[in-house]
């Protein structure tokens, strides 16, 4: 079946630092690829997508690349902020637009 | 423009008791989702609907039931609580067709079980 795996955090940074955090996923086919962002108390919000290999998704300063040959979808933003404390989701839809979630990475950034 | 709207937002249950989340959405989507959220392991798909009348399993069902009969709302079903499904609980919709469509989630509901 299909599955996501993300780095475990938390990942602890101070401000302005290059966030990466890591997502692999396995299915067949060409699934599509999205990160979503929990703030504290709110629900999950769509942060970027690809939807075929060698795609970057791109939103607020993050960026990730559909990478079919190593099937993974990293998370990058290069200078992060305190307002991008969060907890970062990874996930895929194969079929009938059901998504298959990674279990989550919390991002602290420090000022 | 509401999109996805769940209620209750906070829920303290009692051992056995039974209760309704509420889901409803305005943007005429078909596909609706429920999902529950547990630390360290993401959200876990526990009921979908492709469209009125028709409901299907995903990976966590057990303990809860669902039904679908308009196209705006899917309502969630404890049928008797156990404090396993303390948890958040997340309702999705989107449109159909294809695997690139953007799936609108609510607020959450925080479901505590005693």
């Known amino acids: 079946g299909n599955s996501v795996t993300q780095m475990e955090g938390p990942v602890t940074l101070s401000e302005e630092a290059f966030l990466t955090i890591n997502c692999t996923y396995t299915a067949t086919g060409y699934p599509s690829l ?3 962002v929990q703030y504290p108390g709110e629900g999950l919000q769509l942060l970027l997508k690809a939807t075929k290999a060698d795609d970057k998704g791109s939103n607020k300063g993050f960026e990730a690349t559909y990478r079919k040959e190593t099937t993974s979808f990293h998370l990058e933003k290069g200078s992060v902020q305190v307002s991008d404390s969060a907890v970062y989701f990874c996930a895929l839809i194969k079929a009938g637009n059901m998504l298959t979630f990674g279990g989550g990475t919390r991002l602290m950034v420090k000022p | 423009n509401a999109g996805v709207t769940q209620t209750p937002k906070f829920q303290v249950l009692k051992t056995g008791q039974s ?3 509420q889901c409803a959405q305005d943007m005429n989507h078909e596909y609706m989702s429920w999902y529950r959220q547990d630390p360290g392991m993401g959200l876990r798909l ?3 609907s492709v469209g009125a009348g028709i409901t299907d399993q995903g990976e966590v069902p057990n303990g809860y039931n669902v039904s679908r009969s308009t196209t705006e709302d899917f309502p969630l079903r404890l049928l008797s609580a156990a404090p396993s499904q303390t948890s958040v609980y ?9 695997t690139g469509n953007t799936i609108y ?6 479901l ?3």
């Open chain 1, 34 to 36: 999205f990160w979503y």
């Open chain 2, 19 to 21: 209760m309704t989340l």
């Open chain 2, 46 to 48: 526990i009921h979908y």
């Open chain 2, 90 to 98: 997340f309702c999705a919709s989107s449109y159909s067709g294809g």
């Open chain 2, 105 to 110: 989630f609510g607020e959450g509901s925080w």
């Open chain 2, 112 to 114: 505590t079980v005693v």
